[in-house]
């Protein structure tokens, strides 16, 4: 069967168990975290879906380690069962299916913000525009790049914004290249 509809159908049962019991929001925020930690520590991944002779037990007490806090218990059923069936090597896929399903039911629109500096007001305010300009909620995931010299770059859902230096002298660039061009 393809992974992608196992993670799907699993994913959409943990959604339709964390809004019965309320805790969607809690379920999101952990499985967020989860989904960035498998992302940036490819080797936990490994431990948490890769290793078959590991109990579940220890799994959910690395994972609770990983995220500082004890997990949701719809999580924790939602692990035991997962286990029970024999496709914890699909946990970091049914995560990050359940986050995507968990924004799209409620608009929830995530998208990069580069800086050549830390600026968490432009973040804050651009979130804010992109609100009122997408609907819904946005939520920019920021990073500095020095490379920039200054200004910004925004992309969310494929809408990009090149406020950089780096971006204008490019543009500048290729106008003069365009203007030279049809001098001769």
Do not use: C
């Not at 992109?130 to 939520?139: F, K, N, P, S």
Request: proline share 1%; glycine share 8%.
């Amino acid at each position: 069967m393809n992974e992608g509809i196992i993670a799907t159908r699993y994913a959409r049962a943990l959604l339709k168990y964390a809004v019965e019991t309320g805790k969607e929001d809690e379920v999101y925020a952990q499985a967020s975290a989860l989904v960035l930690l498998f992302q940036k520590v490819p080797r936990f991944r490994n431990v948490v879906e890769g290793n078959r002779e590991l109990p579940v037990e220890k799994k959910l007490s690395l994972m609770e380690t990983a995220l500082g806090q004890g997990l949701a218990d719809a999580i924790i059923r939602f692990a035991a069962l997962v286990d029970s069936r024999s496709r914890m090597e699909y946990w970091s896929r049914m995560l990050a299916s359940f986050v995507d399903m968990y924004r799209e039911v409620r608009q929830i629109r995530t998208g990069s913000l580069v800086t050549a500096v830390r600026h968490e007001d432009l973040r804050e305010r651009l979130e804010a525009a992109m609100e009122e300009r997408l609907g819904g909620t946005v939520v920019l995931e920021d990073r500095v790049d020095g490379s920039l010299i200054g200004g910004f770059v925004l992309e969310v859902e494929g809408l990009r914004m090149d406020a950089s230096v780096d971006g204008q002298l490019r543009r500048i660039r290729k106008e003069l290249i365009e203007k030279d061009n049809r001098i001769i």
